[in-house]
Each structure stands twice: as C-alpha cells, then as structure tokens.
C-alpha cells in the first residue's frame, strides 16, 4: 500500500485547507484511515480517523467542529477539510492507513504512511 498526500501550504489563520492523500497498490476500502500531525520536536499526534466504509468518524478535541475527514472509495482518496485554521495547527500532516478502524488510533497501530505534507498558518 502506497500513500500520497497533497494539499498542505500557508494560510493566515481563520483561513482553510483541504487535504488529500492518494491510495494505491490496494482497495482503499479495506483499510481504516486516518490523519496525523507533528510539529518540530513533538510526538506525532491523532486527529481524525474514519472507517472503512466511511460511516463511523471520530476526531481528537483540538480539532473537533473544525476539522472534517472524509473518503472516496471509488476514487481511492481520503480527505481532510480543514476550516478556522490556527497558528497551533502548523506542522506536517500525515495520512496512514490500517486492515481495521475501532480501537485506540495510536501511530504503531498503523501500519501504512504518506510522506507528509506541510501546513503553516500564520497569525
């Protein structure tokens, strides 16, 4: 399985984002999804993860009601909108995927990475 992530850049803040990160080398809908996030000399955190059908969604409190995680099946790509942004989102932002969606969304349970793509947000 092979991710691709897109769409970071520079936003002042209150400005938005939209994500994207390209699956290939397998059914994207086999595989529970997810974002990340780390910033310069902190862990890499959970934000957002979605199910396999896309059903079930479930996002980390600094995000939740700005952030919206998405997937396209048929298109083999999961998104992440990204409103009301702040300068505290800055970091580089990651996509990874894994066989199963409920349990706790810690990065070694993932099994597949993007390469991450790059958001700033200036004040």
């Known amino acids: 399985v092979q991710l691709q992530a897109s769409g970071g850049g520079q936003v002042q803040a209150g400005g938005s984002l939209k994500l994207s990160c390209v699956v290939s080398?397998?059914?994207?809908?086999?595989?529970?999804m997810a974002w990340f996030r780390q910033a310069p000399g902190r862990d890499r955190d959970f934000l957002a993860g979605?199910?396999?059908?896309?059903?079930?969604?479930v996002y980390a409190d600094p995000v939740k009601g700005r952030f919206t995680i998405t997937r396209d099946n048929a298109k083999n790509t999961l998104y992440l909108q990204m409103n009301n942004l702040k300068p505290e989102d800055t970091a580089t932002y990651y996509c990874a995927a894994r066989p199963y969606y409920s349990g706790p969304h810690y990065p070694n349970t993932y099994s597949y990475w993007g390469q991450g793509t790059q958001v700033t947000v200036s004040s």
């Open positions: 979605i199910s396999r059908s896309g059903g079930s969604t």
């Open positions: 080398g397998r059914d994207l809908s086999g595989y529970g």
